[in-house]
């Protein structure tokens, strides 16, 4: 029996959905973690050490109508906040958030700054309260409602 074209490509896109849908993104759904693969296609050993990153995302604007926050405030937040709590290392990029206020339903958009944060994952219970202390000092500092934080675990190599 010969095999369809839309029952490979039915199946394909199944299997995708499905990595999707559980959060893995479908280019290494048939990796395990840290695995990678060559040109060839043959499995390379993973590279580089396991970390935990860590990305906080700081909005600008102040839910109390407040000025925003200049980019020389968050340049000093991080140097006496950050800095001190992460002396290895990390990345600020600036960019424009958005995001629906829940009592009016309004899209809010505004300047935001995203940090990120690289630290051995056998630290990372110490580092996990590091950062809980930044998201809060951010919050009362800047009357801000939330800061926005993403964990993942990644291969790093320096």
């Known amino acids: 029996?010969?095999?369809?074209?839309?029952?490979?490509?039915?199946?394909?896109?199944?299997?995708?959905?499905?990595?999707?849908?559980?959060?893995?993104?479908?280019?290494?759904?048939?990796?395990?973690?840290?695995?990678?693969?060559?040109?060839?296609g043959a499995v390379a050993a993973p590279v580089g050490e396991r970390y935990a990153e860590t990305r906080l995302f700081f909005g600008t604007e102040r839910p109390d109508g407040g000025p925003a926050v200049t980019d020389a405030q968050f340049r000093?937040?991080?140097?006496?906040?950050?800095?001190?709590?992460?002396?290895?290392?990390?990345?600020?990029?600036?960019?424009?958030?958005?995001?629906?206020?829940?009592?009016?339903?309004?899209?809010?958009?505004?300047?935001?700054?995203?940090?990120?944060?690289?630290?051995?994952v056998a630290e990372a219970e110490r580092y996990g309260r590091l950062v809980e202390r930044v998201r809060k000092a951010y919050r009362v500092a800047y009357a801000q409602d939330s800061v926005a934080r993403v964990d993942d675990r990644v291969r790093v190599s320096f």
Do not use: C, K, N
């Open 76 to 120: 000093e937040f991080v140097d006496r906040e950050v800095t001190p709590r992460f002396p290895e290392g990390l990345t600020v990029r600036e960019g424009r958030g958005q995001w629906r206020d829940v009592a009016s339903g309004e899209i809010v958009r505004e300047r935001s700054y995203e940090l990120v944060l690289l630290y051995p």
């Open 1 to 40: 029996m010969a095999v369809r074209p839309y029952r490979v490509r039915t199946a394909v896109a199944a299997a995708s959905l499905m990595a999707v849908s559980l959060g893995v993104p479908a280019a290494y759904a048939g990796y395990t973690e840290g695995e990678r693969r060559g040109a060839d």
